[in-house]
Nanobody, 123 residues
Framework: QVQLVESGGGLVQAGGSLRLSCAAS????????MGWFRQAPGKERDFVAT????????YYADSVKGRFTISRDNAKNTLYLQMNSLKAEDTAVYYC????????????????WGQGTQVTVSS
């Protein structure tokens, strides 16, 4: 089992940057693929990005490709999401998630979730 805690959210102007972190407990972080999802008010939780167990593969939603970068440090049990060129439509609660036997964009296949961190982009 793994517990996830996100941090790094906040208020930023359009065009600015933020880096989200997700700290994972346990000694098996490197065996999970990891993902970032986001949920805006009144909308479903959408896929943002995912990274494979060793970090060698990444995949992004079209809406963030070229602006966001997902990475991980298995030695520190930490997942990151670097967000650049932020837009008002990026405003949402951002969640990190862990999947033990899956790598992809389907939120239903992720086993563990953090509590989320709010990102607000002012236009």
């Amino acid at each position: 089992q793994v517990q996830l805690v996100e941090s790094g959210g906040g208020l930023v102007q359009a065009g600015g940057s933020l880096r989200l972190s997700c700290a994972a407990s346990g000694r098996t972080f490197s065996t999970y693929s990891m993902g970032w999802f986001r949920q805006a008010p009144g909308k479903e939780r959408d896929f943002v990005a995912t990274i494979s167990w060793g970090g060698g593969s990444t995949y992004y939603a079209d809406s963030v490709k070229g602006r966001f970068t997902i990475s991980r440090d298995n030695a520190k049990n930490t997942l990151y999401l670097q967000m650049n060129s932020l837009k008002a439509e990026d405003t949402a609660v951002y969640y990190c998630a862990a999947a033990q036997t899956y790598y992809g964009a389907n939120r239903n296949d992720y086993n563990y979730w953090g509590q989320g961190t709010q990102v607000t982009v002012s236009s």
